[in-house]
């Protein structure tokens, strides 16, 4: 199963830039999906995730209210819209997928629930 991220770019503060991903086999099963984002110098964190049987929505704290992820589990593709963008997430964003059931949305903020990852998509945003 391979990820494929797209959507990032340089935009200025304020504005907006919706992230795309798409895996490429459908022969698998696809429990929910999720964004991880990382800065220069930093570790890895979590943005956000949906779990496709009850369409339920989690988001770091960070980004919440300003950004909005959402999808189309039949097409195994989800979308991340970054609305208000700020100068601190500037990032690589990643997407990723669990093809194993899931408890609680809560699990999708640890990287290790996942099983399949794309590759980054920088996000750059200006002054």
């Known amino acids: 199963v391979q990820l494929q991220a797209s959507g990032g770019g340089l935009v200025q503060a304020g504005g907006s830039l919706r992230l795309s991903c798409e895996a490429s086999?459908?022969?698998?099963?696809?429990?929910?999906m999720g964004w991880f984002r990382q800065a220069p110098g930093k570790e890895r964190e979590f943005v956000a995730a949906?779990?496709?049987?009850?369409?339920?929505?989690y988001y770091a704290e960070s980004v919440k209210g300003r950004f909005t992820i959402s999808g189309d589990n039949a097409e195994n593709t989800v979308y991340l819209q970054m609305n208000s963008l700020k100068l601190e997430d500037t990032a690589d964003y990643y997407c990723?997928?669990?093809?194993?059931?899931?408890?609680?949305?809560?699990?999708?903020?640890?990287?290790?629930?996942?099983?399949?990852w794309g590759q980054g998509t920088l996000v750059t945003v200006s002054s």
């Open positions: 990723a997928l669990r093809s194993r059931p899931i408890t609680t949305i809560r699990t999708m903020a640890v990287s290790s629930s996942y099983d399949y």
């Open positions: 086999r459908r022969t698998f099963r696809n429990y929910g």
């Open positions: 949906i779990k496709w049987s009850v369409s339920s929505t």
